[in-house]
């Protein structure tokens, strides 16, 4: 199974994870890291460390960050950089987490990447575009 750490500015790794406990209950090999305003990218990267020691990477692991180009996404991306089965995905919403969370057995770390892509994708939309997905065509009426 792919093991994951969550990440982002804020408090936005362990909201996540607090939303994913809720709909979906405790899941395995799932850490939550958050990058306060007091913290430094020295702590976020040992916290990684850290996080990494406690997972297992048998199966691959990936990054999850809030925001491309950010501390989290920068000392992810050096972190998996330095050994081969290791992705970072950036710009993660709840759909993504939730569906990869559950999907994750059995996939290559590449293939995990790409089914988050497409899954991060569709799960932003908007209330039109959803609407209009499922509104039944208006029959043309014979005429004039």
Same mark, same amino acid.
């Given at each position: 199974?792919?093991?994951?750490?969550?990440? =982002?500015? =804020? &408090?936005?790794?362990?909201?996540?994870?607090?939303?994913?406990?809720?709909?979906? &209950? +405790?899941?395995? *090999?799932?850490?939550?890291?958050? $990058?306060? +305003?007091?913290?430094?990218?020295?702590?976020?990267?040992?916290? $990684?460390?850290?996080?990494? #020691?406690?997972?297992?990477?048998?199966? %691959?692991?990936?990054?999850?960050?809030? !925001?491309? &180009?950010?501390?989290?996404?920068?000392?992810?991306?050096?972190?998996?950089? *330095?050994?081969? %089965?290791?992705?970072?995905?950036? =710009?993660?919403?709840? *759909?993504?987490? !939730?569906?990869?969370?559950?999907?994750?057995? &059995?996939?290559?770390? *590449?293939?995990?990447?790409?089914? #988050?892509?497409?899954? %991060?994708?569709?799960?932003?939309?908007?209330?039109?575009?959803?609407?209009?997905?499922?509104? +039944?065509?208006?029959?043309?009426? +014979? =005429?004039?």
């Amino acid at each position: 199974m792919i093991s994951i750490i969550l990440s =982002g500015h =804020g &408090g936005f790794a362990t909201g996540l994870e607090k939303a994913m406990k809720q709909i979906l &209950g +405790e899941q395995p *090999q799932v850490i939550a890291i958050d $990058f306060p +305003e007091c913290s430094t990218t020295a702590l976020l990267t040992a916290q $990684f460390e850290e996080a990494i #020691a406690n997972l297992d990477e048998r199966d %691959g692991l990936v990054f999850l960050t809030d !925001l491309l &180009g950010g501390t989290p996404f920068r000392v992810a991306s050096t972190l998996a950089m *330095q050994k081969v %089965g290791r992705e970072v995905i950036t =710009g993660v919403n709840m *759909q993504l987490v !939730l569906e990869m969370v559950l999907e994750r057995e &059995g996939l290559s770390s *590449q293939e995990f990447r790409l089914m #988050a892509l497409e899954c %991060g994708h569709r799960g932003l939309t908007s209330l039109v575009d959803e609407m209009g997905r499922y509104r +039944e065509p208006t029959p043309v009426e +014979e =005429g004039i």
